[in-house]
């Protein structure tokens, strides 16, 4: 089967947002990223299409993604204090929805660059 | 921009002459940093390419970034911010005495030497890693060679920029400051956004154990963070969204799967100068992305009865008169 090829893929690894970067699929995995240095070849690489993990854990035991949402809200909604961080290894459109969460639980909001 | 003097790495790459990189190790840590905007590139004002530019690196050990410099700096453990404040004084021709500049571990010939590079630059660009803005000093190091630029302005064309590391962690400053104003360390708790770093920053927060849940997202803390608020976050309920089970996720109460950004979740994220940049995803995942999933959970949460009882809710300006 012949690979894909995406040109000026954006790679997220770092701050430098490398967004020149040529990458070289067959649906499941990313064979080759041309023009990525060491750190960002090793991001492309690493992921796949795969099913390798279980699509949510609630207590230790795998669980579907309904009930690991209902059990996160509801975990959530009895706190007092709610935290909500990271936000570094994810998109701006999924960062604004934390911004919301935060909002609408009456929490706390930080980012990795308090660390 | 919140008030930093700075550009984008486009004109550092098309004008800077003069680039140091301070408490930063770009040759192992954003290796395409010296090629792709900096150094190594040819202008249409800086045609001879590196032959044009001067680097100098500050750090407190030598690392593999001072192979590409003109001058390395080795600064004393700690002494970053008396260094700044020196060389805040000295391109005034304010007095330093000698014993305020062993303290550093530099010379005053080198530090002449330095200021006058500074002074002589057509552009002067300023980059500050970890190395500068998470050792003693802390955010006030930063804010001090954020001020060293702006006052080198009297003299030349100068900027300053922090190093990012962590993907898309720009993004989330900037997604929070257009959403509440501030970037980071902020609480909703009083039904409006408050902005106290120290007080409402993640890891004082769970070093104190002042919250009851956490949710974590795009971030391991499980692998980075103190043991004492790793502790804290073992005994609270702790929700992780992240494409693989990480540390976080073995002492979480609930671990939701969501997609790789970039790789198979679409969107936008931020680079270092704060240009958003579109996401071309590859692969398609067999789960769903970060936003999905939080929305979701927003949709849920929004069922249930709201925390502030009724009437007790901040109100607009526009709903007191």
Redesign the interface.
């Known amino acids: 089967m012949s690979l894909?090829v995406?040109d000026?893929?954006?790679?997220?690894?770092?701050?430098?947002?490398?967004?020149d970067i040529q990458?070289h699929?067959d649906?499941?995995?990313?064979h080759e990223a041309k023009r990525a240095?060491?750190?960002?070849t090793a991001?492309?690489l690493n992921?796949?299409?795969?099913?390798k993990?279980?699509?949510?854990?609630?207590?230790g035991r795998e669980a579907s993604?309904d009930e690991?949402?209902?059990?996160?809200?509801a975990?959530?909604?009895?706190?007092?204090?709610?935290?909500?961080?990271?936000?570094?290894?994810?998109?701006?459109?999924?960062?604004?929805?934390?911004?919301?969460?935060?909002?609408?639980?009456?929490?706390?909001?930080?980012?990795?660059?308090?660390? | 921009m919140g008030g930093k003097v700075t550009c984008t790495l486009g004109e550092v790459k098309q004008r800077a002459d003069f680039i140091v990189y301070w408490g930063g190790n770009p040759a192992e840590c954003h290796p395409r940093h010296f090629t792709k905007y900096t150094i190594m590139q040819k202008s249409k004002f800086l045609p001879r390419g590196r032959k044009d530019r001067t680097m100098v690196l500050v750090d407190i050990r030598e690392t593999k970034s001072a192979k590409a410099a003109d001058i390395f700096l080795q600064v004393k453990p700690g002494k970053d911010f008396e260094l700044i404040t020196i060389l805040r004084a000295m391109i005034k021709d304010q007095h330093v005495t000698d014993e305020q500049i062993a303290v550093t571990g530099l010379s005053r010939e080198v530090l002449d030497d330095l200021v006058g590079r500074m002074k002589g630059a057509k552009f002067g660009c300023m980059f500050f890693g970890m190395g500068l803005s998470m050792t003693r000093g802390k955010h006030m190091n930063s804010a001090a060679l954020l001020t060293l630029a702006a006052e080198m302005n009297a003299f030349t064309k100068f900027v300053a920029m922090p190093m990012r590391g962590h993907g898309n962690v720009t993004g989330a400053d900037v997604i929070m400051r257009w959403q509440t104003g501030f970037p980071f360390g902020i609480t909703f708790n009083r039904g409006y956004p408050r902005y106290n770093p120290g007080e409402f920053s993640t890891v004082d927060v769970l070093v104190r154990g002042d919250c009851d849940a956490a949710f974590i997202i795009g971030a391991d803390p499980g692998a980075t963070m103190p043991q004492p608020a790793i502790e804290h976050l073992k005994r609270i309920p702790t929700i992780v969204l992240d494409p693989h089970v990480t540390h976080t996720s073995r002492l979480s109460r609930v671990h939701i799967t969501t997609a790789p950004q970039g790789i198979a979740a679409p969107g936008t994220a931020y680079r270092m100068d704060e240009i958003p940049l579109p996401l071309k995803p590859p692969l398609k995942s067999p789960y769903p992305t970060d936003e999905q999933v939080v929305r979701r959970i927003n949709e849920a949460i929004a069922a249930k009865p709201f925390w502030m009882p009724e009437g007790s809710q901040p109100q607009m300006l526009t709903a007191q008169v």
């Open positions: 894909q995406i000026n893929a954006t790679c997220t690894f770092c701050g430098c947002v490398c967004d990458l699929h649906e499941v995995r990313i240095c060491v750190l960002g991001w492309f992921h796949t299409a795969e099913k993990h279980p699509d949510a854990l609630v207590d993604l690991a949402i209902e059990a996160a809200a975990l959530l909604h009895a706190a007092d204090m709610p935290l909500v961080y990271g936000m570094s290894n994810t998109t701006c459109e999924a960062q604004k929805q934390c911004a919301a969460l935060a909002d609408q639980l009456g929490g706390l909001l930080d980012s990795h660059t308090s660390l």
